[in-house]
Every structure is written in structure tokens, then in C-alpha cells.
């Protein structure tokens, strides 16, 4: 009896764990990021906006984005389905009222309505991201970076998804495509605050195990998904005649495919238990025989459990050393001779770093503009990929917001990955990635610069992995750096990259220089733009900007080498004591 019991209680954590995972995959999935580009003409268009004036709008989305800090504080009070409910009402009340005034339903408001209304629906996503990573960070506590990997990469394929349903089913209508926008990202909101609950996390090497396979399923699935919106937009016979309905059903049946994964996951779980009672059983056998033999046997995987949940390292005076969870000594470091500060009273590089003592050290300084280079460039370069591909002569943008979509996605689940197996293997520096990843925004920046429409082709590709890539890697490099126990407030404050990125060089630099070689259009008055001139040196600007900060991640890397080193050899122990 007490055995059935057991198993039902085991059947409810494991339905509530893996079903509200499912349910976070399709909220990220159909969060509707990075999708201005899809209706951004469309708005400059129905408000009589320059393109200084649409960039600010996009600069206000950026903006709401970064007032995460609202509902990172809110978390500490509030539970995590009162904070996803709050993101659908503030997504209904942002997109909704775009959505009419796109629509002509409703009369244009005056410019600062719908500057308003742009943060508005911008902050919907750090109130979905609240919600979700702080679930599945007290879900899945040995696995949050695997796990974090899934979800943003789910998010970076957002709006490809959005733009083939929105060419399919609406003809690339602006209108409908934020009308989805405003309905879509409530609706799994409200779902997932019902499924997915904060449930205890795994207890056993066996649970551990199944945890590991089952996020390698999802993301398998991930990656199938993403294959085929990049064949989809690259194969034109895809998108003709009946191929064009065999890749929708498709596309559904991979969004649908994360919930099937539970299902086998359940069955591994059945006969796994199935096992675990028969050993029980043979465990009561032995015990009968020789009672010191079996307490042993139990004894032994009592400790192998106790390991598993206790902290890899337990040391005294300890400071987080990198976002999974390994801790590390400070004593320890003073002997790996790691870099210190200039500030003789701020502390270690590894410490744990209040937010006031960034701004007393020079590499938190350098850190956050090798970041702006990165990631701010490619978040001003994705805020404009409307206009660019209209002045390159391209009449829709849905084909290059997808690139960039795609991009986003292999860059965020392949760098955290990439620069783990280095670190453990070689030592290697992740600022040396962050440097490394800009190679390709200096080259294909150049390129574009050149007018080629074959660059724009590539480089929304080339452009999406590096800025995914950055997002990605930003989240381990500041724990290792700056510890966990402040990270939240630590990360926040180095996030604002991107939205100084959004107002510096896209509103300011990118709006500046295309209205200067602007023209009006004889049709409808509306300054547009045509031929290379309109960015060209914008992006030798950004990939001016990619070369200096790809000197200043060589500085980093250097700088934290002995940092590193150690996060290695602990890496290393934790290896062999397993």
C-alpha cells in the first residue's frame, strides 16, 4: 500500500515537472522576439514616422525588455504563476492597442502613446523570463544551464516560427502578424502558469540520469525544428505549391513533439521502478541471510545519494564560481595566484561581487563594452533588418528576420555548450569566445557595407549566431566572474548593453545616417531610402566597434587565465570523485 502510494506521489512530481517543462518550451517558442522587423514599416507607415522616429520605437521595446529588475523583485513576493499572468495582461495591453492602431481600427495616438505602448509590450519577456528560469532553476538545479540553453534557443526561433504562419495563413499581413502577437503569448501564459509549479528536484543517480537523456531528447527536437525553417527558407520549392502545406504540418508536428517526450521519459521511469523494486526485494533476502551484509549494501547507496545531493564542493569560506553551481575556495584561489583588482579594496575576480563594487573595478568597465560591441550591434543590426532589406531592393523582410532567428538559435545552444568542453578540456578563457565569435560581425559588417544582396543573405545568419551567442555566454562568464550570490542584480546591470546598443547605435548612428541619404518618395511622402549609402557606413561603423572589442576579450582572456585554470582543476575533481 505504502508502495503504491509512493508511486503516485512519484507520478504527480514527475507529470507536473516534465508536462510544465513542455509547457515552457511552447511559451518560449511563441514568445514573438525579435519580431519589430515583421510590422516595423507598417507603424512607420500608419504614424507618418521617420526612421529616427521608428527606431526610438524600437529602442522603447528594447527598454521594457531591461526593466527585468521590476519582476526579478516582485519574484521574491510574488509566485512565479502571478508573475506569468502579469506578463499576459502587460503583452494584451502593448501588442493589442499596436495591433488596432495598425489595423486602423483605432486613430493613430500621438508619438509618445505608441512609445509608451513599445516598452510596454517589450517588458512582456522579463516577465515570462522571471517566471520561467526561476522554475527551472529550483526544477532543475544540476542542469541549469542545459536547461536555460533549451529555452533560450526555443525563444531565438520565435520569430521564424511567427513569420512562416504569418505567411502562410495571413499573406505577411502586419496586422494579423501582431494580432498573433497579442493573443498567442497570453494564452500560453495562462497555461503554463497552471502546469508548470515548482516541483522538488531530482534525489538519485537514476533520476539524475533520465534528467540528462530526456533534456538531450528536447534537444534533438530543437534542433530538427530549426533544420527545417532553415531548409524551408533557403529551398525556394518549399515555399510553392504543396510543399508549402507539407512543411507547416511539419513545423506543427515538431512544436507538438517536445510533449511526447515525457511519454517515453514515463516509460523509462516505469521500468526503471520496476528494477529498483525487484533489487529492493532482493536487498530483504539478503537481509535475512546476513543482516550486517545488507545494512552495508544500504549504507552505500544511502552515501551515493547523499553525494549527489550534497554541494560538489562543501568548503568553508566559499564564493560561486560559475552559473551550474561549483563552488570554489578563497583560499584556493590566493594559491592559483588568480588576477586581482585594481582596487585593492574591491574583491577577487570569482568573489562574490556586490553590484556596487562593478563600478569599482576596470574590467567590469571592459567586460560591458566588450558586450556593447557584440551584442549591441547585433541587436541594432536585427531592430533595423526592415529597413536594410527594403533599401537592398527586397520587398518583405520575413525571410531575412528568420536568418536572423535561426542564427540567434545555433549561436545560443552551441556556444554555452562549445565553451564548457574547452574550459574543462583546455582551460580556455569564455572571453576568448565572446572574442572569437566577433570575427564573423567584422567580416560579414564589411561586407554589407558593400551593398551585396548576397551579404545580407549571409550575414543575418552570420550576425543572428554571433548575438546569440554573446546573450548565451554573458549569463556563465558574469557568475564566474562576479559569483552567484549576487548575479541576478549583477547580471541585470551588465544586460543594459543591449539597451544601449538599441538607443546608441540604432536610434542615434543607424537613424542619423539613413535619413541623411534619404528621399522622399513621390507616392506617399514617407522618407525612404535605396542603394548602399543607406548603411554602409553604419556597418563599418559596428564592425569598427566588433574590432575593439574583440582586442579587449583578448584582455579579458588573458586577465582570467589563472581564474580559469582553477575552475579546470575543480572541474577536473568533481570528474573523478563521480
Known sequence: MKKAEKGTQELGVFTRRWGGFVMGIWLMALSGTYGFPNYSSALKEVLG?????????????????????????????????????????????????????VSKILKPPPYWIMFVLSV???????????????LSVHNFPRNRGPVAGIFKAYMGLSAAIYSHFCDVFFSSSPSRYLLMLSTVPP???????????QVPPSETAEDERVEQKSIFMFTIVSIALALL?????????????????????????LLISPALVPLALFITVRRTSSLVHTKEDSYEIVSDIDNGAASHVCLEETKEEDELKAPLLDQGETHASAVNGIQTNATALDSENVSHPVSLSSPRLGDDYPASSLFRTWHAYVLYFTLFCGAGTGMAFANNLGQVSQSFGFNTVTLFTSLFSLGNFFGRITSGNASEYFLRK????????????????????????????????????????????????????????????HFGINYMVLNTHLLLGSAVLSAVIAGYLYDEHATYTSDDGFLT????????????????????????????SFFSRPLYRHLQKINTEVKRKM
Request: glycine fraction near 10%; aromatic fraction near 10%.
Open 120 to 134: 510596454v509590450a517589450g517588458n512582456t519577456m522579463s516577465w515570462i523570463n522571471t517566471s520561467v528560469f526561476t
Open 229 to 253: 525553417l532553415i531548409v524551408k527558407n533557403l529551398v525556394p520549392t518549399f515555399q510553392q505549391g504543396i510543399a508549402q502545406p507539407i512543411s507547416t504540418i511539419l513545423l506543427c508536428v
Open 49 to 101: 514616422l521617420n526612421q529616427k522616429q521608428l527606431n526610438r520605437l524600437s529602442v522603447g521595446k528594447d527598454l521594457g525588455d531591461s526593466f527585468g529588475i521590476i519582476a526579478g523583485i516582485l519574484s521574491n513576493h510574488l509566485p512565479s504563476q502571478a508573475l506569468l499572468c502579469i506578463g499576459a495582461i502587460v503583452n494584451i495591453v502593448g501588442n493589442g492597442v499596436q495591433w488596432l492602431v
Open 187 to 197: 494564452i500560453f501564459c495562462v497555461l503554463t502558469a497552471i502546469f508548470f509549479r
Open 529 to 556: 531610402c535605396y542603394g548602399r549609402t543607406c548603411y554602409g557606413i553604419t556597418f563599418l561603423v559596428y564592425a569598427g566597434l566588433a574590432s575593439a572589442g574583440l582586442l579587449l576579450d583578448m584582455t579579458l
Open 426 to 485: 583546455f582551460s580556455t578563457p569564455r572571453p576568448a569566445w565572446i572574442g572569437l565569435l566577433k570575427l564573423p560581425m567584422i567580416v560579414f559588417f564589411v561586407w554589407l557595407s558593400t551593398g551585396s544582396n548576397a551579404s545580407l543573405y549571409a550575414g543575418s545568419l552570420a550576425v543572428g549566431f554571433s548575438h546569440g551567442s554573446h546573450i548565451t555566454l554573458a549569463i556563465p562568464v558574469a557568475s564566474e566572474f562576479y559569483g552567484v550570490k
